[in-house]
């Protein structure tokens, strides 16, 4: 009954509202949808010199459960949110920002990339790879580790962390792991859960379709990798990846194929689903335990990753 109440009140058209009122009405409903926010020790507002002008970023940084203000530099997260490549922002993700820097103990660098239609396929992208090699150049600046980086994101942002990844791979920036919740990763979306679960769960695939028109200027570019990551010709030599993805939710079988795929190429996977959940349901903790326990779940591997940098992938 709850989740279909969320469902009846949070989903409209968003083809009919348009990217302006979309955006507010996302933004109104997830916000009323969020636990309280965690307290964190810090917050700053940073902007990254890029080649497409200046790039906000939130950096959170935590509070320390041993109670130490901890001399060494801080491993980071670095965030990239949801909402179709078209919706979110900053203050949409804040309460799960603060969540994983509290969960992970970790500094969360929340990155506001540019969004579509204005900005098309491979604006965010560009963003989000600029974003990365910014914090990773400015960490001991910042008080920050570079040698352990974490590239994540939900949705439509655990894509931008995926194909950040592969972007990166062999590069000098070379994040420890990415975190990503059901993530999308082939923007065919031809997949069972999206013929199944096409209505009536929060996310559909009319709104997905849609967010793909506005995302990309022509379908010739869903196999591009930088748009469909699971499209990539190889995908060995990745960082090791946590995946979580949901029951009822259209994207559910991207973010699974994703985890065999990676596992096919030798990269080091932890795959799970929340099988009763929805898509979004990480935003919904004020409502949804599942979606706190998911947070914890997503500590338990930065912190793992964190004390153990080393153990990347089983190549």
Partial sequence: MLLSNLVKESQPSYAALGPVLARQHYRQSRLGLQSPSLRVSDVQMLAAATSAGLLAIRL??????????????????????GGGWVLGDLDTHDGLCRA??????????AVDYRLAPEYRFPSAVEDAVAATEWIASQAEALGLDAARLVIAGDSAGGNLAAV??????GSQVQPVMQLLFYPATDLAHDMDSHRRLATGYGLTLSSMMWFRSQYLSSETQIGDWRASPLRARDHSGLPRACIITAGFDPLRDEGRAYAECLHAAGVSVTYECFGGMIHGFMLMTGVLAAGGHAIYRAGQALRDVFNNPERQSAR
Avoid: D, E, M
């Fill in 60 to 81: 959170y940084r935590p509070v320390l459960l041993n109670g130490s203000v901890s001399p060494k530099p801080l491993p980071c997260v670095i965030f990239f949110h």
């Fill in 100 to 109: 994983l820097a509290q969960a992970g103990q970790c500094a969360v660098a």
């Fill in 164 to 169: 950040t990844a592969i972007a990166l791979r």
